[in-house]
């Protein structure tokens, strides 16, 4: 996949460079963002995406031939975290 070691890739990337490397314009990813559908990290007032999230959008797309909807992901984590939080919530 690429020639640079584990030390060398970047563990994460800015909104810009995301916005790069998906040929996408930086406010459709802080959109998606501020909307819970695209995995980002908040460090103050800068957000950051990790790397292996794209890895794994990318990676999932390869292996199904198909649309990744990454909004769906997002919804899927949100229930989750719900279920969680509600189970957590009946065990008290």
């Known amino acids: 996949m ?3 070691t584990p030390a060398q890739r970047a ?3 800015t ?3 995301t916005a790069a490397l998906l040929r996408v ?3 459709t990813i802080y959109r998606a ?3 819970d559908a695209f995995p980002a990290i908040r460090v103050r007032t800068r957000y950051v ?3 292996t999230a794209l890895e794994q959008l990318a990676t999932q797309a390869a292996e199904t031939s198909s649309c990744v909807d ?3 992901i997002a919804a899927a984590r949100r229930l989750a975290r719900d279920v969680a939080r509600l189970a957590e919530g009946g065990r008290r």
Do not use: L
């Open 2 to 4: 690429s020639d640079k």
């Open 11 to 13: 563990t994460f990337y």
């Open 15 to 17: 909104v810009a460079e």
């Open 25 to 27: 314009d930086a406010a």
């Open 33 to 35: 963002i501020r909307e």
């Open 49 to 51: 995406i990790p790397a």
């Open 70 to 72: 990454v909004a769906a």
